[in-house]
Each structure stands twice: as structure tokens, then as C-alpha cells.
């Protein structure tokens, strides 16, 4: 089971190898996972569901991981799932867990 945790709204970069490829308007949301049941929070797993606008064509970038810098200087490693913006990425959070 996942929980709204947060969502983000801005315009930022979009890095892919260390190099910005464009800039980017955004509009994510970060769901946690949860524990079935005693509903608490399972650390480090986590889905990222939204959509990025540009005026560029996206489509060479479907399936690669890039990393889309907020504008408060955060960080999100995503993949473009879509020609129109739309990313995902689920997984493990900034800090990863010693298990992978």
C-alpha cells in the first residue's frame, strides 16, 4: 500500500550522465510505502508518479534514467515513461537501505 507523502511543482533541470539536457516544468508526487496493516511507514520504499512539460520532443529519452533537480536543489532520479512527460520511478528513496 503507498501514501501521498509529498508533491512538488516548479520548473527545473533535467540531468542525465552530470549534464543538464533541458529545463523542465514539473509536477510530481511522492508516494511511501506502508506496511499492510500497522500502516507504518516501510523506509526507503517509495513510487514517483507525474510529468514533465518542455517545449523539446521527449521521445529519445523514454527508458533513460535521468535525474530531474527541483528548484529547492533536491534531487529525483526518474524515468520518462511517455512522449508526453509523464515519469515514474519506484524504488528506494535518496538514502538507500543496506539490503541492495
Given at each position: 500500500m503507498f501514501k501521498l507523502v509529498e508533491e512538488y511543482a516548479g520548473v527545473g533541470d533535467l540531468d542525465a550522465d552530470g549534464e543538464v539536457?533541458?529545463?523542465?516544468?514539473?509536477?510530481?508526487?511522492?508516494?511511501?510505502?506502508?506496511?499492510?496493516?500497522?500502516?507504518?511507514?516501510?523506509?526507503?520504499?517509495?513510487?514517483?508518479?507525474?510529468?514533465?512539460?518542455?517545449?523539446?520532443?521527449?521521445?529519445?529519452?523514454?527508458?533513460?534514467?535521468?535525474?530531474?533537480?527541483?528548484?529547492?536543489?533536491?534531487?529525483?532520479g526518474i524515468t520518462i515513461a511517455s512522449p508526453d512527460g509523464r515519469v515514474l520511478a519506484k524504488g528506494h528513496g535518496p538514502s538507500r537501505c543496506l539490503c541492495c
Amino acid at each position: 500500500m503507498f501514501k501521498l507523502v509529498e508533491e512538488y511543482a516548479g520548473v527545473g533541470d533535467l540531468d542525465a550522465d552530470g549534464e543538464v539536457i533541458r529545463r523542465v516544468r514539473y509536477r510530481i508526487a511522492r508516494y511511501q510505502g506502508m506496511a499492510e496493516g500497522s500502516g507504518l511507514p516501510i523506509p526507503g520504499l517509495h513510487r514517483i508518479e507525474g510529468s514533465i512539460d518542455t517545449s523539446s520532443d521527449l521521445g529519445c529519452l523514454i527508458g533513460a534514467p535521468v535525474t530531474l533537480r527541483l528548484e529547492d536543489g533536491r534531487a529525483l532520479g526518474i524515468t520518462i515513461a511517455s512522449p508526453d512527460g509523464r515519469v515514474l520511478a519506484k524504488g528506494h528513496g535518496p538514502s538507500r537501505c543496506l539490503c541492495c
